[in-house]
């Protein structure tokens, strides 16, 4: 008897310190990201800084989906897409304040994600991909053919950025910036805590083998489409906050290509990973930017990046610096 | 006749499943005694395995029903058996690869909340579990295991984490396919016991090929052979059966180890 309670103390503890040790760890990381975004807009271009965290919102809320829930939807611009019109229709031609109208957005990008998640995951692996894919594609045509919502090929241009609550004028970068990364840090510590709560526990059980977790009672499918609508509500978030940051909701947001490109955010930056869909939208974003002088070459370049990266670590790079140390991250 | 009613926990009449025009389980009368172990055996192709997921409702039967507890869950879904206390295994050793050992067991342990919706609350309201699914996970010999990713377990190893997670729902009956598939000599020795102490307030029905196992494990033996049920009763009734021993030579010798 006092063999195996002596057994049984060491190997518990030894449990609660390394999960402890990895909370402290991610706790600091969050500190420093609070940090760094306090700093941000004194040393680089506030609206640069806002479209890496909208795109590092869009690439968690797709993380979210890909990397805890085993779900790869090849149709994720739909959802920000919709919400970018939604949140700029709603500001320019109802006049809604802008965090009424990024509210908007965010609640239809759910709704779509309720409806689309609902058909999509009654299919598995290739064909639940090709079903979000399809279904975006309907998305991308209904705006391209009601230009009276969309603004057809111009979008919706000159969204007016307006007072926040009716009290604060966004007009100045500074001033919006704070609104963005109050809602990118939100967005994050969001997703943060659903990966860590008793449904992100189903749902990477799910993730990792799910007829087992059918076998243990848990009703796969309700889980599946929970995590597909919290995913494409902060998807939807992101849109939205877009909108309002560029001024503008356009067809690229719902193109496909869009879809693309959250997926080689999130691959670049470490799939699976709490913060490396962070790390993938500020490196394709700074690159979009820095190398735009490269005219139709930067395609080129992000496609010879995807390969290095799927060729040589196919971790992404948090995931290679969480295999160095050790630790989740 | 009400006895012998109540004394059955599963029992099956009639059931039988087509796959285009080829019956793989044809007309299968299965009554499995509330704490036995009961073995289902045959030679390959006899259709077991279809028989297994046709129980744990992973396959809809063509015809036939299936009644547990006094229930009808011929309709049901896997998931939903589960709750009512039917719990299978998987032949291929069934964990959560990327979980640890301990949140293996956990995750089973959890479904006592019910669902699982809430994801704003923190995990840490799970942590309440942690000391039992800790006694499971060193019931089966994993204790020092614990943290590991399940994933890095060995195959004999990750077959006991399997059973501590279905032991972790405390289900009034396991449904398991071929526990010893693929074990060595040691590891099987260990499966065997454990499979018998778990037994205990417990009805066991297993799929196995391992016929020396089958004979010192089980209290009742049904044989299938074509998709029928050939013959049923202990282990020297049905060893001894001619049409028995004909099945397992006429398809190229038994799996007797």
New interface residues.
């Given amino acids: 008897m006092t063999e195996?309670a002596s057994?049984?103390a060491p190997?518990?503890s030894?449990?609660a310190e390394?999960d402890d040790s990895t909370a402290r760890l991610h706790r600091t990381l969050f500190i420093a990201i609070a940090a760094l975004l306090v700093v941000a807009p004194f040393v680089a271009y506030p609206v640069f800084v806002m479209k890496v965290l909208c795109f590092a919102l869009f690439a968690l809320a797709f993380n979210l989906l890909l990397g805890y829930g085993g779900l790869l939807s090849f149709g994720h611009a739909a959802y920000f897409g919709m919400a970018s019109y939604v949140s700029a229709y709603t500001a320019k031609h109802w006049g809604l304040t802008p965090e009424l109208a990024i509210l908007a957005g965010t609640a239809i990008a759910g709704l779509l994600g309720a409806l689309f998640g609902s058909l999509a995951i009654r299919r598995q692996g290739i064909y639940f991909a090709m079903i979000t894919l399809a279904l975006a594609q309907m998305v991308f045509f209904f705006s391209l053919q009601t230009p009276r919502f969309t603004g057809g090929e111009d979008g919706i241009q000159a969204v007016p950025r307006g007072k926040l609550f009716g009290l604060v004028s966004l007009a100045d970068d500074r001033a919006l910036y704070w609104l963005v990364a109050a809602i990118f840090m939100g967005g994050l510590l969001l997703i943060y805590?659903?990966i860590?709560?008793?449904?992100?526990?189903?749902c990477?059980?799910i993730?990792?083998?799910e007829?087992?977790?059918?076998?243990?009672?848990?009703?796969?499918n309700?889980?599946k489409l929970?995590v597909f609508v919290?995913s494409a509500t902060l998807a939807g978030l992101a849109g939205a906050t877009k909108a309002i940051v560029f001024q503008l909701a356009s067809l690229t947001d719902v193109h496909w290509s869009m879809s693309g490109e959250v997926v080689l955010m999130t691959l670049v930056g470490g799939l699976g990973t709490v913060f490396g869909p962070i790390a993938g939208a500020l490196v394709i974003v700074a690159m979009q930017n820095y190398l735009a002088t490269l005219g139709a070459w930067v395609t080129v370049v992000q496609g010879v990046i995807f390969v290095l990266c799927v060729l040589l670590f196919r971790e992404g790079i948090v995931g290679v610096i969480a295999k160095a140390i050790k630790k989740p991250l | 006749m009400s006895i012998a009613a109540e004394d059955i926990i599963l029992s099956t009449s009639g059931l039988t499943k087509e796959f285009g025009g080829f019956t793989a389980v044809n007309g299968v009368d299965l009554n499995v005694r509330r704490g036995s172990i009961h073995a289902l055996i045959g030679p390959n192709g006899a259709g077991k395995t279809t028989c297994f997921n046709l129980l744990t409702k992973f396959l809809p039967p063509t015809k036939g029903l299936i009644v547990y507890n006094g229930r009808d869950i011929t309709r049901e879904k896997p998931a939903e058996i589960a709750r009512l206390g039917l719990v299978r295994s998987f032949q291929i050793s069934a964990v959560f690869p990327q979980l640890s050992v301990l949140k293996n067991v956990r995750i089973a342990l959890q479904r006592k909340r019910g669902d699982s919706f809430d994801f704003w609350r923190s995990e840490e309201v799970l942590s309440g579990l942690d000391g039992e699914a800790m006694r499971l996970v060193e019931a089966v010999g994993l204790g020092s295991f614990a943290k590991l990713p399940a994933v890095e377990l060995s195959y004999g190893r990750k077959r006991a984490l399997e059973i501590a997670t279905t032991l972790a729902l405390d289900p009034e009956m396991m449904l398991l396919d071929e526990p010893m598939a693929g074990m060595g000599r040691e590891d099987v020795e260990r499966i065997e016991a454990l499979i018998r102490k778990v037994s205990e307030n417990r009805t066991i029905l297993m799929v196995e090929h391992n016929l020396s196992v089958v004979a010192s494990l089980s209290d009742r033996i049904t044989v299938l052979a074509r998709g029928q049920i050939l013959a049923e009763g202990d282990y020297a009734t049905v060893s001894k059966d001619p049409r028995v021993i004909e099945a397992y030579i006429g398809s190229g010798g038994g799996h007797a180890h």
Avoid: C, M, W
């Avoid at chain 1, 860590?196 to 189903?202: K, L, R």
């Avoid at chain 1, 007829?211 to 796969?220: C, D, H, K, M, T």
């Fill in positions: 195996l057994t049984e190997a518990a030894v449990v390394t805590r659903i860590h709560s008793p449904f992100g526990e189903v990477k059980a993730r990792d083998n007829p087992r977790a059918i076998s243990l009672g848990y009703r796969a309700q889980y929970a919290l």
